[in-house]
Every structure is written in structure tokens, then in C-alpha cells.
């Protein structure tokens, strides 16, 4: 197979259709005669990448919501970096076996560069032609230091003296000083200069004096855009800010001189949980270590000299291909800050966030449960109702224990300290809190910390297993009973990020779910494995094998002739036992549609294999985070949420939980109204086609525009449905 990208049609820039109908360029994952069955795993990823793109270069977004997709492009670039590419460039030393699609690490890494380089040139096309100028018309100016006026210039570099010169250290390379320490995903300045030497320095005595590379680390802590004084929404670069008074720093120095460049270092450094005697202290060891991990790319501005990049790569150990040369500032993630600025008109109306009637008055959350099933939907209702929950778990006198698994909940969550207070009052409380999740672990091993210290029992996870479930266990006296509440939900006890997530949340009763989830905090505080559960489906325990049974179920019923078909909606398929699954029930006749927010392997609609199959994905101002599996099943339908993708990990090697839906008035809204506006959506909605490329969803001139975020928020019912 070869990659066949399409020529890059750049006409649309700066005319205001840039965006919207552009055909933008796109690259087969394999070739339509001889195409794999699997798509490949990381190039469906950068395909992600792309939609969230179409997103930043849309002139029928609000200004300031294409800046921020620009800069969660950015972020996603990075995280991409530290994490596939690297673990790709490993394989691709060590030779390694070829993937399911046919290609290898190596082949990999030059596909992704490939289609990389389209994006990141379509991407600073659009920052100078499309987004400075609308910036500019809206009196939102991100000026040069050279256009500023003599009294603008004054002022920045009275902030230069006072704000940024006393944290700048700029390192000279030469015998006596040897390449310095480069940190991870940190602005750098690069220039040479000839430094004017002491009198008395053998060194001024000799006739061949020569420049020296200095380098200079930007502190992250600093401003990135420069605010000018008294003024809001004019702004500079501050490594151009720096540049421009560089003779301050370095008197020989010209600002022209002035080069830019940011490395990316390997992030996924491995724990040998086996060889650990304590996981907290292994995690803390892993940190450290990441800070030093291999270099696996450079970002370098447009004009530093070949000389200089050179340089860059003998030093950095890196080869021509890990270099990434930017016409423009180096990381527009640091554009983002613009969107803070208080200008409404240029971003999407708030969603309106309802707490329902249910919820609303003084009545115990308990006394509601016990009526029967409530069904959260975020963000559309507030996460306080969550929180709510377990405030008056802490409060309530007969709440004897609370159990709960964190994986993320922010430097601010207020979840933590409800524990630590249900704790002080007496209350058995047991969290379990994931310090192995990537980039969240220094923030979870802090607060592991102050739980531990207060005489909370704290679990730091299975070996070998990250736990994803998010799931809360609350035991109450009530009467001479004991009565047990569940919370099981699709997303992370992180009240900062369900503002932007979609996700739903299941308050129940039902005992066979609560006696499932007592078994689950078993398995997980004292390695109790169970393989019975009753109604929940639990990885590495029973979710692989029963998602199989359900999928090859409906297989059997289109067989038979029985109505027969899946809905599933998730955030990545790669999972290839569960495609070839899906494969064999479209084969069979099983109508099968998936809502896939980002990768997946599975290849649509191809004769003979999967033309019963389709895929779509919707990249909208909310990031889709909600898991929901549908089995038409006969006639007698089942649906379940919770956490778990389609993926190797999450089905073997993550603790995760998926719950039924019992309750009939839930299950009727999640697929007559909540799944079916997904497959309705004709905005924000991308059909996956055989080839691996995603297309926009074309409608008629006078078919009404579906958008599924938006429609959620005007139809979504009352919590208890």
C-alpha cells in the first residue's frame, strides 16, 4: 500500500471562505484495490487531528472558538509526540513486528511526518491569512515590537526590566561549556555571538576570535502574548519582546540574530510495577525521569540558519526528519490565552445548565434515588449535583462508608476534600485514586497525600491495571437495614473538565448494580476477583467476553431473521477481536452505526466485509466523552454506559465498568432521543469512509441543520426522566 495524498487547494485563504466547502487535503490509509481490513491505529489518530482543524479554519465558527480549537490542536500535537511517535520510533529501532494494516513503526512514523507537515502548514496559513486579520478587525491586535510606537516600545521594556530580564540565563556553548539540558515543551531563543573579551583574556590576543551558540530558556511562567499597558487586547510575542532588547541581556547580540526552537521529549517512560516495592515512590521516580526522556522532536522558526538547525540535531541525537520548521510562532496552543479576553459577541452562547425540578428543592438525594433511577447528563446540568451527592453523604449521620474511584479530578476539585471532611466525621471512606494516568499522576499523588494523612483509606490501584472506572459506592442506615447507592458515569470526578465533556452519570438502587459494585472495590482493595457478576460488565474480568456475546448475538437474531442491530457510541475503536466481531455481524445483516469521537480501526462499508456498517464522528464545541452500547437484541433491547472504549487496554488491561440501563423511561430517552440526534447531526458530524478519510455529512438545501450538542440542550429531559 502506498499513501496517495490529494493536492492542497490553498485559493480559499483570506477571501473569508477559508474553511467551510474548502477541499481540504486529505491522505488514503491504504489503497482502494488493495485495501487492509484495519485501518491504521495511529494514522486514524492524526485523521482526529484533521477534524478538530476543519474546526479551527471554519469562518462559520465565532473568532475566538476557532483560536481555541487551534490551540487544542497544538496540545494534541504534543501529547501525540510524547507519547505514539516515540513509542513508535523505539519500534522502529528494535524492528519490530508490522501492524495489522501492513505497515511498520518506521513506515508509520513517515506517513505521519507526511500528513503532519500538510496540517501544520494548512494551520499557519490560517493563522496569518485568515485568524490576524479577523483579530485585527476586531480590534484584537497581536503586533511586532519593530510596528509599536516609541512611547508602546518605552513601555514594554520598562516590563522587560522589571518582569523578565531577572529570570533570563542565557547558557554560551563552547569547550568550557557543554550543551546544555533542554526542557520538554519550553520556548528556547538560539543565536550566535561574538562576546567583546576582557583586555587581559588570552583569548582577545588571538587573532581568530569566533561566536559562540548561546542558548535561552523562556520560563513557561511568563506571559506568552504581552499585554501592553493599559490596553486589553494588543498584545506581543514575548520571545519577541526579549529579541528586541536582547543587548540588554547579551551587549554584542542582534535581535536578527534571534532563532527559536521548542523540543518534544519522550513522556511514556515505563513502570516496572513487579519490581516496585512501593508504587507511590515509583510513580514520584517516574516523573523525574520523564523530565529527561529521549528527545523525539524539534520545532525551529522558519529563519534559523541551516547551521545553527544542524547544530540542533547533532545535539539533540536527532536525524533530519525530527525536525519541524514553523513559519510563525512556535506552539499556537499559547494563542489560547486570547479567548479569556471578555468579548462574547466573538465566542458561542453559553449553554444554558439546568439543575432539575427533581434536584432542585431541599429533598435528600437519597429520598429521590429510592423513587427510582436518575440519569445525569452533563454539562447541560451542573456537576454541583454530583458533588451535592456526596456533600450530604459526608453530612448525613446515617451514611456509615464511601467507596470511590478518581482517575482525574483537577487541582481544584472539590470532591476530595468532601472525603476528607466524611472521614473527620467518622465515616469508613475508601478511594481509590489512579496515579498512573498519564500527565494527571504529580496532581493525584498530591492529593493521595493529603487523603492518606487524614486518615482516609487510600488504594493506589491494581498491579499491571490502571482503574478507569468512575463509580462511588455510599452505605446508609436506613432503619434496620443497610441500603447501598451507586453513582456510575461515563466521566472523571473533575467538576473543571465536565464543563466541556459530555458526559452522563446513573444514580441508582438497584441491588443487584450496588451488590456488583461491592464486589468490584473487593477486586480492587484486596485483589477479590469475580467473574459473576450480575448485571454489570467489569474489565479484565467479563467486558471482553461479554461484548463479544452481544455483538455475535445480534449476529444470530439477523440470521434468523429477527430485528437485529448495535448503536455504539464511544472514543475510540482498536480493538481488532471486536471488529472482526463487527465485521462477522454485518456479514450477517446486522445494521450496525458507531458514534466514534476519535480513532477507529474498523473500516467502513466495504463490500463483503462491513457494508452494513457505519461510522461517524462529531467534533463539536463540547468534547464527546459519553460511552453508550445499544443491542437491538430481538426486539428486547439493552443498552449500557460507563467508561470503557473498544480498545486492548480498556478491555484488558483497565479496570472499567459498564452498567444496564433498567430503568425504561432512561433507556427510551438514550435511544429514541439521545443516541438518535448523534445519527441526525448533519453540522458537526463526519461519515467514515472506506479509505480512511472522514467526509462532511452532505444535505439538501432545505433539510433543517442538525447539531446533536445543541439539540441535547433544548430536549434533554427532567433527571429522573
Known amino acids: 500500500m502506498t499513501l496517495e495524498t490529494a493536492s492542497l487547494s490553498l485559493e480559499g485563504i483570506g477571501d473569508g471562505n477559508f474553511g467551510r466547502g474548502l477541499g481540504i487535503a486529505r491522505g488514503y490509509i491504504g489503497d482502494e484495490e488493495t485495501i487492509a481490513p484495519m485501518i491504521n491505529r495511529d494514522l486514524s489518530l492524526v485523521e482526529f487531528f484533521w477534524r478538530v482543524l476543519e474546526e479551527a479554519i471554519d469562518s462559520e465558527q465565532p473568532l475566538l472558538e476557532r483560536i481555541k480549537f487551534m490551540g487544542i490542536l497544538s496540545t494534541l500535537f504534543d501529547e501525540f509526540f510524547m507519547i505514539r511517535v516515540s513509542g513508535l520510533k523505539v519500534k522502529a529501532e528494535r524492528l519490530m513486528e508490522v501492524t495489522p494494516d501492513g505497515l511498520t513503526a518506521a513506515e508509520q512514523v513517515t506517513r505521519i511526518r507526511e500528513r503532519l507537515l500538510e496540517m501544520i502548514d494548512l494551520q499557519y496559513k490560517c493563522y496569518h491569512n485568515e485568524l490576524l486579520p479577523a483579530l485585527k478587525t476586531e480590534e484584537i491586535r497581536i503586533a511586532s515590537y519593530s510596528s509599536l510606537s516609541s512611547a508602546e516600545r518605552a513601555s514594554l521594556d520598562d516590563f522587560f526590566k522589571q518582569n523578565i530580564f531577572p529570570v533570563l540565563t542565557p547558557q554560551a556553548v563552547d569547550l568550557s561549556h557543554p550543551f546544555p539540558y533542554i526542557s520538554g515543551l519550553c520556548l528556547n531563543i538560539a543565536l550566535t555571538a561574538t562576546p567583546t573579551l576582557h583586555k587581559r583574556s588570552t583569548r582577545a590576543m588571538s587573532p581568530d576570535r569566533h561566536e559562540f551558540f548561546i542558548r535561552m530558556k523562556i520560563p513557561q511562567f511568563l506571559p506568552r502574548l504581552v499585554p501592553l499597558k493599559g490596553e486589553d487586547s494588543k498584545f506581543v510575542w514575548v520571545e519577541d519582546l526579549i529579541a528586541s532588547n536582547i543587548r540588554e541581556i547579551i551587549p554584542e547580540a542582534d535581535s536578527a540574530a534571534c532563532h527559536y526552537f521548542r523540543i518534544t521529549r519522550d513522556a511514556d517512560i515505563e513502570v516496572h510495577e513487579s519490581e516496585a516495592h512501593d508504587l507511590l515512590e515509583a510513580m514520584e521516580e517516574n516523573l523525574k525521569l520523564r523530565r529527561f526522556g529521549e528527545v523525539v522532536r524539534v520545532e525551529v522558526s522558519r529563519s534559523m540558519p541551516d547551521s545553527m538547525r544542524d ?74 449535583i454530583v458533588t451535592d451527592l456526596i456533600a450530604e453523604a459526608a453530612e448525613d449521620p446515617d451514611v456509615l462508608a464511601i467507596k470511590i474511584c478518581l482517575y482525574r479530578m ?312
Open 311 to 384: 547544530l540542533l540535531i547533532t545535539q539533540l541525537n536527532l536525524r533530519n526528519e525530527d525536525v519541524y520548521v514553523v513559519d510563525g510562532p512556535i506552539n499556537l496552543g499559547d494563542l489560547s490565552s486570547i479567548t479569556k479576553l471578555n468579548r462574547p459577541e466573538l465566542k458561542e452562547k453559553p449553554f444554558r445548565v439546568i439543575r432539575p425540578e427533581i434536584l432542585a428543592n431541599d429533598r435528600s438525594f437519597f429520598d429521590v434515588i429510592k423513587e427510582g433511577d436518575v440519569l445525569l447528563h452533563h454539562p447541560y446540568m451542573p456537576y454541583s
Open 410 to 721: 483537577g487541582p481544584e476539585s472539590p470532591i476530595p476534600p468532601l472525603l476528607i471532611k466524611a472521614s473527620e466525621m467518622g465515616k469508613q471512606v475508601t478511594v481509590l485514586i489512579e496515579i498512573k494516568a498519564r500527565f494527571d499522576e504529580e496532581n493525584n499523588i498530591e492529593w493521595a497525600k493529603k487523603l492518606e494523612r487524614t486518615g482516609v483509606h487510600v488504594i493506589y490501584g491494581l498491579p499491571g491495571l490502571k482503574t478507569h472506572a468512575k463509580t462511588t459506592l455510599i452505605v446508609r442506615r436506613e432503619g434496620d437495614r443497610l441500603r447501598r447507592y451507586v453513582h456510575a458515569a461515563t466521566g472523571n470526578y473533575n467538576p473543571q473538565t465536565s464543563a466541556v465533556y459530555t458526559d452522563l452519570g446513573l444514580l441508582t438502587v438497584d441491588e443487584e448494580i450496588c451488590e456488583d459494585v461491592t464486589r468490584l472495590f473487593n477486586f480492587i482493595t484486596v485483589y477479590s476477583r469475580h467473574r459473576n457478576y450480575k448485571k454489570l460488565l467489569v474489565a479484565p474480568e467479563n467486558l471482553r467476553a461479554r461484548m463479544l456475546e452481544l455483538i455475535n448475538r445480534e449476529a444470530e437474531h439477523a440470521r434468523r431473521g429477527q430485528p437485529a442491530a448495535i448503536i455504539a457510541k464511544l472514543n475510540r475503536l482498536a480493538d481488532a477481536e471486536i471488529a472482526n466481531a463487527l465485521y462477522d455481524a454485518s456479514k450477517a445483516g446486522v445494521k450496525i452505526d458507531m458514534i466514534i469521537r476519535g480513532i477507529c480501526t474498523l473500516r467502513p462499508g466495504v463490500p463483503g466485509l462491513s457494508e452494513n456498517i457505519r461510522v461517524r464522528s462529531v467534533v463539536g464545541r463540547l468534547l464527546e466523552h459519553s460511552r453508550v452500547y445499544y443491542f437491538e437484541n430481538g426486539g428486547d433491547e439493552e443498552v449500557f454506559m460507563g467508561s470503557a472504549d473498544w480498545m486492548p487496554r480498556n478491555l484488558d488491561r483497565r479496570v472499567e465498568v459498564l452498567s444496564p440501563i433498567t430503568s425504561e423511561p432512561i433507556k427510551r430517552y438514550l435511544i429514541d432521543e439521545y443516541l438518535d440526534v448523534y445519527l441526525r447531526d448533519n453540522t458537526k458530524a463526519r461519515l467514515l469512509n472506506p479509505n480512511g478519510r472522514y467526509e462532511r455529512i452532505e444535505r439538501s438545501r432545505d433539510e433543517p441543520l442538525v447539531n446533536a450538542q445543541e439539540e441535547l440542550q433544548r430536549t434533554f429531559g427532567p433527571a429522573n426522566l
